[in-house]
């Protein structure tokens, strides 16, 4: 026991030692660069230490490129001290012979080295950071890359979706036309949006613009809508789409209980849903059943959020059978009631075996028969050697 419990006090010393507060970030932020044939380009990050003791640290590199780099600031850096910081400078120099077309991404990976006695203990944690290089191959001829975005809304709001188009072909696109429109869950559209601005522009190789519509979405009732940006270039035509909320103050009662027992306190609850695209505060409900009324305690909705508030009715004296409720949801100055059915019925006695529970209460049973049988078993075959000895005796 003493030889357990010292050993154990001993994993404990090591496991404690071993953290000496390690981590370590990157300064700097990742790099985007365009391959031209013999391009060479110089990076260089902050390595962040956190440790609180010297250490060494490792720079690798890796990625489908990495052969066209090299560490300036040299692979390994060695005994840094606490908040040294040095700069990892990374050196590319691209192929003549030009790569894939797309992106290729170079991950520069830095890692914190374990020390002599991190070592010989065995247990430690280390960390590191990656940050990235990319190299965007363009594509022959023209490729438009395109990406929108749209932010929900409240009722009388402006829809503001923003497109984001980059050409990362070689050649320029011409006549580029954008178009915002909104439709109806029924595909019906409802509004149009030309975006004068970039009426025929002319994107250029490797050209990023980014593009912000405006939709009003004035007359538009609360609910679900699809935004399209309808793209047109060169007699090219591209559909993208993207679903937007309109929101109004409403919250509605999605769910409720449906079962309550006779003679108890029931638990009853009401889930219900935000239709607001902001922070609706002081959400409460009263519930009435056979006069009785009852007050949830308030709660706060975030944006479009469902939660489930309860409140607690008391059956006793009560008959079985379908009553009705009233349910009211109180919400800043507004209110809505709705009613429906709700069933009180005779609740399951706490004498009453399922099948389930007589299956595991059988098991149960033949399990310590087992037990029992296997204990008087050993204790009669333990008394025949015991017998057995005197005789020898």
């Known amino acids: 026991m003493k030889k357990k419990l010292f050993f154990l006090i001993i994993v404990l010393i090591l496991i404690a030692t071993s953290y000496n507060v390690q981590g370590m970030g990157f300064g700097g932020k990742n790099e985007y660069v365009t391959f031209q044939p013999g391009l060479e380009e110089e990076f260089s990050w902050i390595l962040i230490t956190t440790s609180n003791i010297a250490r060494n640290y490792s720079v690798n590199i890796h990625g489908d490129l990495a052969e066209y780099c090299t560490v300036e600031s040299g692979n390994f850096l060695e005994m840094i001290k606490p908040n040294a910081n040095p700069d990892v400078i990374v050196k590319i120099k691209l192929p003549d012979e030009e790569p894939s077309p797309g992106i290729h991404v170079i991950d520069v990976v830095l890692k914190e080295l374990p020390t002599f006695a991190e070592k010989s203990q065995g247990i430690y944690a280390l960390s590191g950071a990656i940050p990235r290089i990319h190299v965007n191959v363009l594509y022959e001829g023209k490729y438009l890359d395109n990406k929108l975005n749209v932010e929900d809304v409240n009722t009388g709001e402006i829809i503001k979706p923003i497109l984001e188009l980059h050409n990362y072909g070689k ?5 580029l036309d954008v178009k915002f429109e909104i439709y109806d ?13 970039y009426k025929n522009y002319i994107l250029e190789s490797d050209e990023e613009i980014i593009i912000e519509g405006e939709l009003s979405s004035a007359g538009l009732d609360g609910g679900s809508y699809t935004i399209k940006a309808d793209i047109s270039w060169d007699g090219e035509n591209h559909l993208l789409e993207k679903g937007v909320r309109i929101g109004n103050m409403d919250v509605e009662i999605i769910n409720y209980t449906h079962k309550l027992q006779v003679d108890k306190i029931n638990e009853f609850d009401l889930e219900i ?5 902001g922070r609706i505060t002081d959400v409460y409900g009263e519930i009435n059943i056979n006069g009785q009324n009852v007050k949830t305690a308030n709660y706060n909705l975030n944006a479009w959020e469902k939660i489930k508030i309860s409140g607690y009715i008391n059956t006793v004296g009560m008959e079985e059978g379908t009553y009705n409720v009233d349910a009211t949801i109180y919400y800043g100055s507004e209110s809505k009631k709705e009613s429906f059915d709700v069933v009180i019925e005779k609740g399951k006695s706490s004498f009453e075996i399922t099948s389930t529970v007589l299956i595991i209460m059988s098991l149960a049973i033949v399990v310590v028969l087992l037990i029992g049988l296997n204990i008087f078993f050993l204790m009669k075959k333990e008394k025949r050697n015991e017998k057995g000895k005197h005789k020898k005796r």
């Open 185 to 197: 869950e029924n595909n019906n559209r409802l509004k149009t949006s030309n975006d004068l601005e």
């Open 273 to 277: 849903e935000s239709k607001w695209n």
């Open 171 to 175: 050649e320029e696109i011409k006549d």
